[in-house]
């Protein structure tokens, strides 16, 4: 008996999202593919219990970058980045993501850590982004790698969040 087109599609796709193995480091360009359904010290969640957690309230912690400003812009030009829409509640960590971090970045994220676990290390903490990024992967991996066991990866990120039912709303980057 022959399987059909669309069985064989369906197990051809699980077998490419089971080959993303995590990588020993950090993962840099391109950010936006497919990711590892892992990472090793932290608890991957899917859009169901992130939506659970959020309503226990455990904090949210979306570490998107901030929108550059257009390169060729006139000189005197005024420009505004668009609103930042995530997760409502959620601290924006913003370009803590990245491969590799300058020290302001890797404090930010250092910094607002210990200040949304309240010092606990093993106070749950999600982090996320967008489905199909790796800065969430990367910056949820940094927390393990800065000793914090209760951290959880939501992978799916704010299009999960929306295809669960869940707004977004405009968030400010957080502290300096």
């Not at 992130?50 to 257009?70: C, E, N, S, T, Y």
């Not at 005197?76 to 960590?93: E, K, R, V």
Request: proline share 10%.
């Amino acid at each position: 008996m022959k399987p059909s087109w669309a069985a064989l599609a369906i197990l051809m796709a699980g077998a490419v999202q089971a080959q993303v193995p995590e990588p020993q480091g950090f993962h840099g360009e391109p950010y936006r593919s497919e990711t590892p359904a892992t990472l090793a010290g932290a608890q991957v969640i899917d859009a169901a219990e992130a939506m659970r957690l959020h309503g226990q309230g455990v904090p949210f912690i979306d570490v998107l970058p901030r929108q550059a400003r257009p390169e060729g812009l006139p000189e005197g030009t005024l420009w505004n980045a668009p609103p930042h829409l995530s997760i409502p509640g959620a601290i924006w960590l913003y370009d803590t993501g990245y491969d590799r971090l300058a020290p302001a970045e890797q404090a930010r994220l250092a910094e607002g850590l210990a200040r949304l676990s309240g010092g606990d290390k093993a106070a749950p903490l999600v982090i996320f982004c967008k489905r199909d990024c790796w800065m969430s992967w990367n910056a949820a991996k940094r927390a393990v790698a800065l000793g914090y066991r209760g951290v959880i990866w939501f992978p799916d990120g704010v299009e999960g969040w929306q295809e669960q039912g869940g707004r977004l709303e405009p968030i400010g980057p957080a502290g300096p």
